[in-house]
T-cell receptor, first 109, second 111 residues
Framework: SQQGEEDPQALSIQEGENATMNCSYK?????LQWYRQNSGRGLVHLIL?????REKHSGRLRVTLDTSKKSSSLLITASRAADTASYFC?????????FGKGTMLLVSP | DVKVTQSSRYLVKRTGEKVFLECVQD?????MFWYRQDPGLGLRLIYF???????EKGDIPEGYSVSREKKERFSLILESASTNQTSMYLC??????????FGPGTRLTVT
């Protein structure tokens, strides 16, 4: 399986701090995506980074990809209580995605 | 905005019942997907479809079947529900393009 593995499993921070989540995967990919899931709801796409890219930004999100190490990181800067959610990386190969187990982020006011 | 809807948010069924989970998308997407999500296991792909009447097995198809008679609708069928199929079921669709759009999920409990 090329399932990604997120690290840490859970992260608790204060508002205003930065949150960093990591993802490792096993096989070659076309792209890697990050999704957010609020408690008990569906997933929402956050950002995509292609296999030939090393870094990408979107608002307070910064994603890096190291294909030699088969790893990616998601940085959320200046976190807010509303960022509290589970975050999943998903690796794309052809038409399907393989999701990791997720990182639960708790941002306290 | 893309909208993916699922027929029920919560569903309780008895062991042995036939269960239908419906998913509808309103953006003329080619691809549709069914996942189940379990604590500690993340999301796992059950089936997907890239066109009407076409289907492909995902990672865990056993115990499930699917139907796609119309482009906008993708149904997941549990022929004889079992307690180990208690889970959160998530439907998604895409163009095809890399990003998938998810429905709100159906939390199924089989007793």
């Amino acid at each position: 399986s090329q399932q990604g593995e997120e690290d840490p499993q859970a992260l608790s921070i204060q508002e205003g701090e930065n949150a960093t989540m990591n993802c490792s995967y096993k096989t070659s990919i076309n792209n890697l995506q990050w999704y957010r899931q609020n408690s008990g709801r569906g997933l929402v796409h956050l950002i995509l980074i292609r296999s030939n890219e090393r870094e990408k930004h979107s608002g307070r999100l910064r994603v890096t990809l190291d294909t030699s190490k088969k790893s990616s990181s998601l940085l959320i800067t200046a976190s807010r209580a509303a960022d509290t959610a589970s975050y999943f990386c998903a690796t794309a190969r052809y038409s399907t995605l393989t999701f990791g187990k997720g990182t639960m982020l708790l941002v306290s006011p | 905005d893309v909208k993916v809807t699922q027929s029920s948010r919560y569903l309780v069924k008895r062991t042995g019942e036939k269960v239908f989970l419906e998913c509808v998308q309103d953006m003329d997407h080619e691809n549709m997907f069914w996942y189940r999500q379990d604590p500690g296991l993340g999301l796992r792909l059950i089936y997907f479809s890239y066109d009407v009447k076409m289907k492909e097995k995902g990672d865990i198809p056993e115990g499930y079947s699917v139907s796609r008679e119309k482009k906008e609708r993708f149904s997941l069928i549990l022929e004889s529900a079992s307690t180990n199929q208690t889970s959160m079921y998530l439907c998604a669709s895409n163009v095809p393009g890399p990003e998938q759009y998810f429905g709100p999920g159906t939390r199924l409990t089989v007793t």
